[in-house]
């Protein structure tokens, strides 16, 4: 697909989920940054604010199939990837697919689940696949999960490991609506019968892998990708950073850079495109030190400093 046609079908796209959600452009676009990036997106906030009925818009939208997982406390990595099932009848072990072997997987409340049962997306969010005793699965293409979790200071939750926080390639919050947007909400509520929206599906399947594809043909030059591995390894000098962005970090920030020229329906990356996408991309990769917790650092200041500090090269 050629750019300036993707960049066409996310915008409406976007248009079809602003029909839905009640948000600002920014946060839209974010979500759709991760997935044409062909990364997970993930979504912190207060419950009831719409994160969940955000992701069901985005997988209905894009005509792809769509799961959800409930996490709770109790929940066991085989609820989610699925397990071997004895069959009486043939005296054989037959797999029955868990709730992951969809297009677009809901993660729903994340973080209540204890951190064996998160670690069972990993190999599900690099791979593509999952391993049950022993045998590989093949998961639907396209895939993504879109997971949300509850703050951490919020009960009953447990705070995500960090290679399975670097796993998502961006992190992103809806917020609370103004004034006018909790109006408008109220208002479309009032216009129809059901308690939830609901979307139409404009994309299909084979149309949502040719626009993933399509920041491939987007062009960077040298300049850009000095300029990504200086944002990179600025957070790892910061004295308030513990852990900083890791390789991995670097190509999503090239990857979430390509995918917002792709979504402004241009053929090159500017550095604009770096700077927006890079607060998203990096800063839930950044583990503090104790001293900068203890002081309430903010992980997105930090990314907006070393943006701030860092010269911008001249494409």
């Known amino acids: 697909m050629e750019i300036p046609e993707a960049s066409s079908a996310l915008e409406s796209v976007r248009e079809e989920v602003g029909s839905a959600v009640v948000a600002d452009d920014e946060f839209l676009e974010t979500v759709l940054l991760g997935i044409v990036a062909r990364g997970h997106v993930l979504m912190e906030d207060v419950p009831g604010t719409g994160k969940t009925l955000t992701a069901r ?15 709770t406390p109790d929940l066991l990595p085989s609820d989610v990837t699925g397990t071997n099932v004895y069959n009486e009848r043939d005296r054989t072990f037959e797999f029955a697919d868990g709730p992951i072997f969809a297009n677009v997987v809901l993660a729903d409340e994340i973080n209540r689940a204890p951190p064996k049962t998160q670690s069972a997306l990993l190999e599900a969010m690099e791979e593509g696949q999952v391993t049950v005793d022993g045998e590989t699965h093949q998961l639907p293409q396209p895939f993504f999960v879109i997971a949300t979790q509850n703050p951490v200071e919020m009960e009953g939750t447990f705070e995500l490991p960090e290679a399975q926080v670097d796993r998502f390639a ?10 006018d947007g909790e109006v408008e909400l109220l208002q479309r509520r009032r216009g129809r019968d059901a308690l939830s929206p609901s979307v139409e599906s404009v994309l299909a399947p084979g149309d949502v892998e040719a626009v993933r594809s399509a920041p491939e043909a987007v062009r960077v030059e040298d300049d850009l990708l000095d300029y990504m591995a200086a ?13 900083g962005v890791s390789p991995r970090g670097t190509q999503r920030l090239f990857e979430t850079a390509r995918a917002r020229a792709v979504i402004e329906g241009r053929e090159f990356v500017t550095p604009d495109d770096v700077k927006w996408a890079a607060e998203p991309t990096l800063a839930h990769r950044l583990v503090l030190t104790p001293d900068a917790r203890v ?18 090269p001249t494409v």
Do not use: C, M, N
């Open 231 to 243: 944002i990179a390894r600025a957070t790892r000098d910061d004295r308030r950073v513990r852990v």
């Open 170 to 179: 961006v992190k992103t919050a809806i917020g609370y609506p103004d004034e």
């Open 57 to 71: 818009s985005v997988a209905t939208a894009l005509g792809l199939s769509f799961s959800r997982v409930q996490f």
């Open 295 to 312: 002081d309430d650092v903010q992980k997105a200041h930090i990314v907006r400093e070393i943006l701030d500090e860092i010269p911008v």
